[in-house]
Nanobody, 127 residues
């Protein structure tokens, strides 16, 4: 069983920064691709960023490219999302997710390909 616990959300003014963390337990974290998704009220869960199992490849939604950075520390079983230049439209619940398939070459970008999810952390950006 995998457990993912997000932290680092909060209220920030537009233009500010936040760093989200997602701590994983229960599986060999270093062999699995990880991703961040977000869901605003009344909207679908959208892809934000993903990182390969070894951290060598990263992917971003166009809406966050150049502002957000995903990274991972396999020694700490943790994946991060550094969010800079935040905008009100970034307001959402942010979820981290783990792909149970090990050491995949292709990093999944769709929510249906991820098997384990955290409980989410709220990010609110005020204008």
């Amino acid at each position: 069983q995998v457990q993912l616990v997000e932290s680092g959300g909060g209220l920030v003014q537009a233009g500010g920064s936040l760093r989200l963390s997602c701590a994983a337990s229960g599986r060999t974290f270093s062999r699995h691709a990880m991703a961040w998704f977000r869901q605003a009220p009344g909207k679908e869960r959208d892809f934000v960023a993903a990182i390969s199992w070894n951290g060598g490849r990263t992917y971003y939604a166009d809406s966050v490219k150049g502002r957000f950075t995903i990274s991972r520390d396999n020694a700490k079983n943790t994946v991060y999302l550094q969010m800079n230049s935040l905008k009100p439209e970034d307001t959402a619940v942010y979820y981290c997710a783990l792909d149970y398939r090990e050491s995949r070459v292709q990093v999944p970008l769709s929510s249906w390909e991820y098997n384990y999810w955290g409980q989410g952390t709220q990010v609110t950006v005020s204008s």
